[in-house]
Each structure stands twice: as C-alpha cells, then as structure tokens.
C-alpha cells in the first residue's frame, strides 16, 4: 500500500529473475519439453488471471473457456486483414467487454448460481459460434497461419504471465484489493463503509477476462486450424479451477504449485492414457478437495505455523 | 438551521408485516437521540432504512437537507453516516489497525496510505486499543471488537453515527467504559442516532428519544418525560402497570 517492503522488493526481484531463466528455455530445447512448457506457462497464465478474480472473491468462475476463445477467435478472424499486437488488443477489449457484462448480470447473484451461470456461458458462446459459422460459411472453422514459432508463443506466454502478476501484485496493494479484502472478509460490512461492491467486482472480473482472453489470442497460432470444440473446450474451465484450487488462491504464486506438477502429469496420462484422461481429471479433483481444500500453499503455511509451534511450545505452558 | 437527520414518514413493509410504520422524527446536529422500544417494535429496521442496508417502502430520509433514501448502502455512507451492527461484524483476517483503515479508506473521508493508517492509530486511541493495533481482532474479547467496530465508524469522521446496540452483552464493568466512551463523542460534537435497551445508558446520555412499538411511533421528546408517559410504559410493561 505504501512503499515497498524489503520483503515485497526480494518477491519482484525474484520473480523477475525467475522469468528470465525460463526465457531461455527455447534456446536449449525445441521438441517435447518446450511443448509441455508452453503448456505450463498457458496454465500458469490462465491460473493467475482466474484466482485475480476468484481468490478474494469465492465466486467460482467456469468462464474461462469463454474467454479464452473469444481470444482465439479474435486472432482467427482477423489474422488475415489486421496486425497481429493490434488482435491481441482486441481480444483483451472483447474478453473485458464480455466480461462486464457477465459481470453486471450475475455478480449480485452468488454461490452456485454463479458457477453455473458461467458454466452455462461459455457453452452458450461455443454453440453461437458454431451456428453462426455453419450458417454463413462453409468451414467449421478458421485456419490461422503465421510466422509464428512455438518459442515465439511461449516468450509471448511468460510475458504475459509475467504481466498477470505484476498486475495482481499492484492490485493487491490498492485501494480496490483493500476493498476486495473487506468484501472477502463481510460484504455487508464493505457496504457500509462505501464500498461500491458490485463495481469492484466487476472490475476486477474485467481485466481477469481480458488477460484470458489475450492468452487464447496468443495460443491462437499454435492451433493453425480453430474450431470451437477446441477453442471453447470446456476441459479447460475445469482445469483451470483444479491446478488453482491445487495451488492454493491466498498466495499469489499459490497458483504456479499447482500448475507445474498438475501439467506435467496430465500430459503423462493423456499420452499414456488418453482413453481415461476425464476420469483421472475427476479422480484428481476429489482428491484435492477432500486431501488439500487450501491447496498446497495452505499446506505449507499449517506446517509452517505447526512448525512454529513445535519450536515454542513452552512459553505457553510454563507456570506463571 | 436543518436537521442533521430528518425522517419523514418513513415506511417499511415486508409483504403484510409493516416493520415501520409512517415514522417521522427529525435528529439536530450535536445530538444524541436515543431510538428505544420494545422488542420487534421496528428500531433495528428504522436503522437500516436510516444506513440504506435496506430501501424505504415509502417516505423520505434527508441528510443536511439533502434526499439519501433510496441511495445504495455505499452511496450513503460516502455522504457520511456510517454505523455499528446488533451482532458486532469485524474483518476477520485483518487486524485492528486494518478494520479501521477500511472506515478511513472508502467512507466520508477516502484517505489513503499513511494518512489513512494515520487516522485509524487515532481512532484506535480514542477507543482505549492504542496498544493492540496489530492483534487479530478474531482473536479480541467482545468488547474490544465493538470498539473495533466503532473506531471504524468514526473513522469515516461521520456527519451521523448510527449505534445499533453497541451496549448490549457488555458486563457491568465493561458497561461503565462503554458509557463514557459514548458520553465523550457527545461532548465532541457528534451527532449521534443510539438504538439501546440499556435504561441506565439511555437516561445518562440521551438528549432526546424516540419510542417505537409494533412499528408506529409512539412517543417523542426529553428523555424523563418520554419513559414516564403511559402509552410507553404500557408498551413496555403490559396494560395492568399503566
């Protein structure tokens, strides 16, 4: 809020240096472990951007898909007429746009109602875009040709990552994440100190939406053919909400812990097993809720605290 | 000179169940009124009217002349009224300083950064908590989370100060505190709307009051006078003590 801390300051510069040292991944690898990293980092982007707007608010949102190709389709429609930063610009524009008005309609209504309005969405959008691509045209879908390399999508990806954080680590220290803490904390309290609630939500699900759907304009490239059932999967909604509930959504990074290890073993299964991929994916998702519920991040800190604990037992026990 | 606060004929119904009923009453500046009535006679519910947590079936409520009835709860505590709930409500993950700061931060004032952590040390003294600005207030006893609660309110420097209850559940010594603490902000200035059961509370500090029962008005003015005429006393106590 105020100036940084010497904390905060390690915290950026570390982050920092991190995103330099997985910049030069490319430069050693082009085949399968730039792959699965283009992977990971898409996920760690798209993680980050839904726990912006899912962490401190609890709404669970399985928008993302929506999102994320609206995103797409903004790169496949327009590749062939405009440049290609000004397309990603567009996808943020029409991913904010969707999203206040996601936003305005369904932010005062909570809980299930919620996850299922979003859900409910982005199929809705996904079968728009069918319908409207079989009734005017003759293709399914678009085809999507660049010059684009997969280390070109994955530096795009890390910086965006990287902007995604930055963005959070701002927010956080704002006048809006102090109202987002307050609103996590007792919305009723959060109005009567003047907050306008419904605002800062939908504020905040704007640039959530935006940043994901700028990672879906980024991907667009990699799939060289965009039709919806990839581009509005709503596989990666779900994904989304498992590799953040894994990570953990109280802690900034929380996300990245879960994304990493969950990537790495999807890619396992579906490769090994990819008649049987949903049920590891539901499997998983039990497992996390019933085993970890605050993510590997809440881990650490019980342990932490537990740690703590162990170490100074005996100042509360002592006689006085 | 306008009311700080006036009610005109303010009106609240949930379905057939009129929780207020055409109530009128109006609160000078510099003054505590004390809003009293038996239970369920509609006082916490002219409260909410009063901080928009709920909107008005009809009628109008002015702040300084100005019309904020039918304002969003948000809306209205940017005018300046802020307020302290039946069940104390804190910001459990924050601390002290924290619960404060958010009074300072959105409210009347919008202060931010250090002036806002300013405010909120002062607001913290001036309820006796100097010394625990940085303790969990989940891990507070009762009365130091209303004094949270009500450093919080006063740290939007509020035009009306609405106390829903703040005394309630406090044991006699903590009573006593809490008494003089309200009796100070009155000697400040403030102007102050105290909904109350404590008697003792509201005949040492109340300028005026106003006595609901079963949603109507029934009795306004000094506060002596108030509690003995008999259509209060028969609220309160039946129609064989009358």
């Keep these: 809020m105020m100036g940084l801390t010497s904390q905060e300051t390690k915290g950026l510069g570390l982050g920092a240096l991190l995103i330099a040292i997985a910049a030069l991944l490319p430069l050693f690898d082009d085949g399968f472990y730039l792959s699965i990293s283009v992977n990971i980092v898409l996920y760690a982007a798209l993680c980050t951007s839904w726990a912006l707007f899912s962490g401190p608010t609890h709404y669970v949102s399985l928008a993302t898909a929506a999102f994320y190709g609206l995103g797409t389709y903004s790169v496949g429609l327009g590749i062939e007429v405009l440049p290609y930063p000004l397309l990603l610009a567009i996808a943020a524009g029409v991913g904010a746009i969707m999203a206040g008005l996601v936003g305005a309609a369904t932010l005062r209504i909570s809980g299930v109602y919620f996850v299922i309005f979003t859900f409910g969405l982005a199929e809705l959008v996904r079968q728009l875009v069918t319908w409207t691509q079989t009734k005017f045209s003759t293709a399914m879908g678009l085809y999507v040709f660049t010059e684009m390399t997969e280390s070109h999508i994955y530096w795009m990806l890390l910086a965006l990552t990287g902007v995604v954080f930055l963005t959070s680590f701002l927010i956080a220290r704002s006048r809006l994440g102090f109202a987002m803490t307050v609103i996590g904390n007792d919305e009723t309290v959060a109005r009567h100190v003047g907050i306008d609630t419904a605002r800062s939500k939908i504020i905040l699900f704007m640039i959530s939406g935006a940043f994901i759907a700028i990672a879906g304009a980024i991907t667009a490239p990699r799939y060289i053919y965009i039709e919806p059932p990839s581009a509005f999967n709503p596989m990666i909604s779900f994904l989304v909400v498992i590799m953040a509930l894994l990570g953990g959504t109280k802690r900034l990074w929380g996300p990245l812990v879960g994304v990493i290890p969950f990537t790495i073993v999807m890619d396992f299964i579906s490769s090994n097993f990819p008649n049987h991929t949903m049920i590891v994916v539901g499997l998983a998702f039990l497992a996390i809720v019933y085993l970890i519920p605050h993510g590997v991040t809440g881990l650490l800190e019980d342990m932490q605290a537990r740690w703590k604990k162990r170490a100074a037992p005996v100042v509360e026990e002592k006689p006085a | ?242």
Aim: glycine share 10%.
């Design chain 2, 1 to 242: 000179m306008t009311a700080a606060l006036s009610i005109r004929a303010a009106r609240k119904a949930f379905g057939g169940l009129v929780a207020v009923n055409d109530v009128s009453f109006e609160v000078k500046q510099g003054e505590l009124l004390g809003l009293i009535g038996p239970n369920g006679s509609g006082k916490t519910t002219m409260l909410n009217l009063i901080s928009g947590a709920l909107p008005p079936t009809a009628g109008e409520i002015l702040l300084d002349g100005r019309r904020i009835s039918g304002l969003p709860a948000h809306a209205i505590a940017r005018q300046g009224v802020s307020r302290t709930f039946q069940l104390v409500r804190v910001l459990p993950s924050l601390d002290a300083e924290e619960n404060v700061m958010s009074g300072a931060v959105f409210g009347h004032v919008r202060l931010w950064g250090e002036d806002a952590r300013r405010v909120a040390r002062v607001m913290l003294d001036r309820v006796g908590l100097g010394e625990r600005a940085h303790m969990p207030v989940a891990a507070m006893t009762y009365i130091d989370q209303k004094r949270v609660e009500l450093a919080r309110a006063l740290a939007a420097n509020p035009r009306v100060l609405l106390l829903d209850e703040w005394l309630a559940g406090l044991n006699p010594s903590e009573l006593q505190i809490g008494i003089s603490l309200i009796d100070e902000l009155r000697h400040e200035g403030r102007t102050i709307v105290m909904v109350e059961h404590v008697m003792d509370a509201i005949r040492s500090l109340c300028d005026r009051c106003v006595v609901m029962s079963s949603g109507r008005m029934i009795a306004e003015g000094g506060v002596a006078e108030t509690l003995s005429d008999p259509e209060v006393v028969r609220a309160y106590l039946g129609d064989d003590d009358a």
